[in-house]
């Protein structure tokens, strides 16, 4: 049974640039959200797709976009890179869009991005 | 206020020992806590989850105590293991009934051998 996978699994990138990130959630499952976290921090909510749809958003500006495809896979896309944005972003999967007992939150194991 | 405040950030514990970690809340309107175990180079994992009607959850050596009126919660490890040496987050939803988690600044636990 495949876990959450994502890719890549580092990245170097410089300021200004832009960077996408990909996620593939866990076999039967249909919801992905999308976290950051800062090194010593927990994971902080960035958004959430479900049916192809941006449902949740946390405090992030636009430069942060996603996209989910009819897979289920998702796309996390950040443009105009600041130094600010290294961080391991984490890919988090489940079975529907809400909290249920019988569907935990699964996470990938995320791709670190440094930014120069 | 949309906080949870985890405490120690970090915990050293000899093999054996008991090792508590604590979250502390202010919005009661959170109804969903679960915990969450982080190895290095890894995502977190859930580790055990309770519900606000629940005073007390237990799996194998993990236990989570909930105290509503002081809107705490702390996961208890008993018989603590080299293995469980890791990083812990406590988490709540910030919307009721979604997975937007608001998660606490961690704590790094070290079992000693």
């Known amino acids: 049974d495949a876990g959450v996978t994502q890719s890549p699994t580092h990245l170097i990138k410089t300021r200004g640039q832009q960077v996408t990130l990909r996620c593939s959630p866990k076999?039967?499952?249909?919801?992905v959200s999308w976290y950051q976290q800062a090194l010593g921090q927990g994971p902080q909510f960035i958004f959430q797709?479900?049916?192809?749809?941006?449902?949740q958003r946390g405090n992030f500006p636009d430069r942060f976009s996603g996209h989910q495809f009819p897979n289920y896979s998702s796309e996390l896309n950040v443009n105009a890179l600041l130094l600010g944005d290294s961080a391991l972003y984490l890919c988090?999967?489940?079975?529907?869009?809400?909290?249920?007992?019988?569907?935990?939150?699964?996470f990938g194991n995320g791709t670190r991005l440094t930014v120069t | 206020q949309q906080q949870v405040k985890q405490s120690p950030q970090s915990l050293i514990v000899q093999k054996g020992g008991i090792s508590i970690i604590n979250c502390a809340y202010e919005?009661?309107?959170?109804?969903?806590f679960p915990w969450y175990q982080q190895f290095p180079g890894k995502g977190p994992a859930l580790l055990i989850a309770?519900?606000?009607?629940?005073s007390e959850k237990k799996e194998g050596r993990f236990t989570i105590s909930f105290n509503k009126s002081a809107k705490q919660f702390s996961l208890h490890i008993m018989d603590s293991q080299p293995g469980d040496s890791a990083t812990y987050f406590c988490?709540?939803?910030?919307?009721?009934?979604?997975?937007?988690?608001?998660f606490g600044t961690g704590t790094r636990l070290k079992v000693l051998a």
């Open positions: 988090a999967s489940s079975l529907g869009h809400r909290q249920s007992l019988n569907s935990p939150l699964h």
């Open positions: 076999s039967g499952h249909d919801t």
């Open positions: 797709y479900y049916e192809e749809e941006e449902r």
């Open positions: 919005n009661t309107a959170f109804d969903y």
């Open positions: 309770i519900r606000p009607d629940v």
């Open positions: 988490a709540a939803p910030t919307t009721s009934g979604t997975y937007k988690y608001i």
